[in-house]
Each structure stands twice: as structure tokens, then as C-alpha cells.
Nanobody, 128 residues
Framework: QVQLVESGGGLVQPGGSLRLSCAASGFTLDYYAIGWFRQAPGKEREGVSCISSSGGRTNYADSVKGRFTISRDNAKNMVYLQMNSLKPEDTAVYYC?????????????????????WGQGTQVTVSS
């Protein structure tokens, strides 16, 4: 059974940094593309970043380019989202999602429908 658990959220001041982690259990991440999404109160869930199963392709929403970095460590079965220069508008619940892509190892998606498994989310609040 595919299980994903996010961690690393919290309260941070504007301009600060957080690193979110997505831990996989019950399976190995080697052939899974991973996406990070977020949902703020009253707003739709939006894609933040994604990384292909090979790690060779990454993608970012325009709103986070240059500030967020996605990475993966298959040996540790983990995916990370390093978030720098945080802004109040980054406040949201952040989710990681996974999809098995054994063939298309350089693909990842920025839409929710691309993924089949989701974590429970971690709250990120950026406020002074």
C-alpha cells in the first residue's frame, strides 16, 4: 500500500525558509514521479513543483521559481521541497503526491489528476 507522509511545515516569518519532506512507506520511490501541491483556505489546490522518477526533470510554478527547489533521495525513500524567501502568499497546506511511471522516467505533472496517491498534508504559515 502506497503511503506518503509530509513533514517539516510550521510557522515562519516572511523571508524565512522551510524544508518539507515527503516520506514513502510500503513501496520504493525509484519509479515514481512526485509532485508537491498546496491549498490555501478558499482556494483550489495548485501544483507547486514536481520531479520525475529519474530526477532528471523538475518543474515549478511561476510563483515559486527561483525560491523553491525540489529534490529526491531514492536511497532514503524521500523527496524534499526546499522553500526559501517565503512570502505570506505561500501560506497553505502542502501535499506530496506520487504516480508510478516506470516507462516515462523523465515525466512529471503539475495537475492533481496526474497523481494517484496523496499524503495528508503539512501546514505552512508565513506570517510576522
Amino acid at each position: 500500500q502506497v503511503q506518503l507522509v509530509e513533514s517539516g511545515g510550521g510557522l515562519v516569518q516572511p523571508g524565512g525558509s522551510l524544508r518539507l519532506s515527503c516520506a514513502a512507506s510500503g513501496f520504493t520511490l525509484d519509479y515514481y514521479a512526485i509532485g508537491w501541491f498546496r491549498q490555501a483556505p478558499g482556494k483550489e489546490r495548485e501544483g507547486v513543483s514536481c520531479i520525475s522518477s529519474s530526477g532528471g526533470r523538475t518543474n515549478y510554478a511561476d510563483s515559486v521559481k527561483g525560491r523553491f527547489t525540489i529534490s529526491r533521495d531514492n536511497a532514503k525513500n524521500m523527496v524534499y521541497l526546499q522553500m526559501n524567501s517565503l512570502k505570506p502568499e505561500d501560506t497553505a497546506v502542502y501535499y506530496c503526491a506520487a504516480i508510478l511511471l516506470k516507462i516515462f522516467q523523465n515525466a512529471c505533472g503539475m495537475t492533481s489528476s496526474f497523481y494517484g496517491s496523496w499524503g495528508q498534508g503539512t501546514q505552512v504559515t508565513v506570517s510576522s
